[in-house]
């Protein structure tokens, strides 16, 4: 059953560092997306993109946000200057239609 | 106006018990309310989803109730088991802009007791 692709599964920064969180989404979808989970707190809307452009964002996704679809497979999500508040797990997901399957997810953990 | 308000935050309930979870919404835009069930460590699995055009929809043990005039809607787990114990995350999005930001309850965390 194709699934949707996250890498890495946990990644450790330093405050203040760039990190790149990448995804690769079920081949035949059109819409892509990324959420955040902050550790028992629920899952939270980032960003969705589409056609090469970011469709919709969210509060969170500010600045120090930015989504990339660098080839036909990638889809990826970069913090800049990573702070501890960004300690979170990130799922990205994906879909054709309406449904959204998810990855994984990255547990980022900012030090 | 964004928000699904969840309910109980909590449940433990005993094996082949029926567990039930709510949801309401207030935006009436929304026209899609799956269920997502996560496991630790994991991603939110796609469970069940309904439309409001009808009132139920059953799969296996897993039925969703949907009451259009209260904007409510819940999920019921029929002969709960040990496995079933996970995290369950109502959500619902309005599909008109053909991609699909969810907006998530705050997740019931379900405990099957054998």
């Not at chain 2, 939110?44 to 059953?58: G, M, N």
């Not at chain 2, 699909?100 to 007791?113: D, P, Q």
Request: hydrophobic share 35%; charged share 20%; net charge neutral.
């Amino acid at each position: 059953e194709p699934e949707v692709t996250q890498t890495p599964s946990h990644q450790v920064t330093q405050m203040g560092q760039e990190v790149i969180l990448r995804c690769v989404p079920i081949s035949n979808h059109l819409y892509f997306y990324w959420y955040r989970q902050i550790l028992g707190q629920k899952v939270e809307f980032l960003v969705s993109f589409y056609n090469n452009e970011i469709s919709e964002k969210s509060e969170i996704f500010d600045d120090q946000f930015s989504v990339e679809r660098p080839d036909g497979s990638n889809f990826t999500l970069k913090i800049r200057s990573t702070k501890l508040e960004d300690s979170a797990m990130y799922f990205c997901a994906s879909s054709r239609q309406i449904e959204a399957f998810f990855g994984q997810g990255t547990r980022l953990t900012v030090v | 106006q964004q928000q699904v308000k969840q309910s109980p935050q909590s449940l433990i309930v005993q094996k082949g018990g029926i567990s039930i979870i709510n949801c309401a919404y207030e935006n009436t835009a929304f026209d899609y309310f799956p269920w997502y069930q996560q496991f630790p460590g994991k991603g939110p699995a796609l469970l069940i989803a309904i439309r409001p055009d009808v009132s139920e929809k059953k799969e296996g043990r897993f039925t969703i109730s949907f009451n259009k005039s209260a904007k409510q809607f819940s999920l019921h787990i029929m002969d709960s088991q040990p496995g079933d114990s996970a995290t369950y995350f109502c959500a619902a999005t309005s599909h008109s802009g053909g991609y699909n930001k969810l907006i998530f309850g705050a997740g019931t965390r379900l405990a099957v007791h054998p």
